[in-house]
Nanobody, 123 residues
Framework: VQLQASGGGLMQAGGSLRLSCQAS????????MGWFRQAPGNEREFVAG????????FYAASVKDRFTISRDNAKYTVHLQMNSLKPEDTARYYC?????????????????WGRGTLVTVSS
């Protein structure tokens, strides 16, 4: 599976950004797609995920009610709409593919990663 991410950039606090990620290759089964992020000096952490077959969504507590993950079934694309951005959202965001559909939301179980895209939120 290959993951192609787009979006990100620089935004002021309170603003919005949108990330997208398209999967290609052997995409089948009860998989999940989503996003992790990693700030300098920190571990990579789960942000949001969606289980493809059911559309069930998962969010980290720190982004719930501000970020929304959605999917485009036909294009195997996942979007992350990030609203009310805060400086602490600044990180490199990584698209992720989990063959098990986010039974656990941990970086070590992710099967495939996209290249990270930088999100910088200024205060």
């Amino acid at each position: 599976v290959q993951l192609q991410a787009s979006g990100g950039g620089l935004m002021q606090a309170g603003g919005s950004l949108r990330l997208s990620c398209q999967a290609s290759g052997r995409v089948f089964g009860n998989f999940g797609m989503g996003w992790f992020r990693q700030a300098p000096g920190n571990e990579r952490e789960f942000v949001a995920g969606i289980r493809w077959s059911s559309g069930t969504t998962f969010y980290a507590a720190s982004v719930k009610d501000r970020f929304t993950i959605s999917r485009d079934n036909a294009k195997y694309t996942v979007h992350l709409q990030m609203n009310s951005l805060k400086p602490e959202d600044t990180a490199r965001y990584y698209c992720a593919f989990d063959s098990a559909g986010w039974g656990r939301r941990e970086a070590r179980i992710v099967d495939f990663w996209g290249r990270g895209t930088l999100v910088t939120v200024s205060s």
